[in-house]
C-alpha cells in the first residue's frame, strides 16, 4: 500500500522558518517526482513546488526563494524547507508523489502564520 505521511507544520510568527518531512513508501519514491501543495481555507489547491527523481526543481513563483524541495531517497523522504513566512502561506500542506496517470496524496499537515 502506497503511503504518504507529512509532519513538521505548526504556528509560526512571520519571518519564520518550517520543515516539512514527508514519508513515502519505497515502493514509488524512487520513480515518482515528488511534490508539495497547499490549500488555504476557501480556496483551490495549488502547487508549490517539485522535485524529480533525478533532482530538478521547480517552484511557484510566490515561494521562489523562500522555500527550498529536496529529497533524501535512502530515507524516501521528501523535504520543504519554508524561509521568511509570511501570513499569506498558512494554509494546509499536502505531499504529492505522481507518476502520470497516478497520483497519491498525503492527509496533509497545517501550517499558519501569524504573530
Known amino acids: 500500500q502506497v503511503q504518504l505521511v507529512e509532519s513538521g507544520g505548526?504556528?509560526?510568527?512571520?519571518g519564520g522558518s518550517l520543515r516539512l518531512s514527508c514519508a513515502a513508501s519505497r515502493s514509488i519514491f524512487s520513480s515518482y517526482t515528488m511534490g508539495w501543495y497547499r490549500q488555504a481555507p476557501g480556496k483551490q489547491r495549488d502547487w508549490v513546488a517539485t522535485i524529480t527523481r533525478g533532482g530538478s526543481t521547480n517552484y511557484a513563483d510566490s515561494?521562489?526563494?523562500?522555500?527550498?524541495?529536496?529529497?533524501?531517497?535512502?530515507?524516501?523522504?521528501?523535504?520543504?524547507?519554508?524561509?521568511s513566512l509570511k501570513p499569506e502561506d498558512t494554509a494546509v500542506y499536502y505531499c504529492n508523489a505522481h507518476s502520470p496517470p497516478i497520483a497519491y496524496w498525503g492527509q496533509g499537515t497545517q501550517v499558519?502564520?501569524?504573530s
Open 112 to 114: 499558519t502564520v501569524s
Open 10 to 14: 505548526g504556528l509560526v510568527q512571520p
Open 63 to 83: 515561494v521562489k526563494g523562500r522555500f527550498t524541495i529536496s529529497r533524501d531517497n535512502a530515507k524516501n523522504t521528501v523535504y520543504l524547507q519554508m524561509n
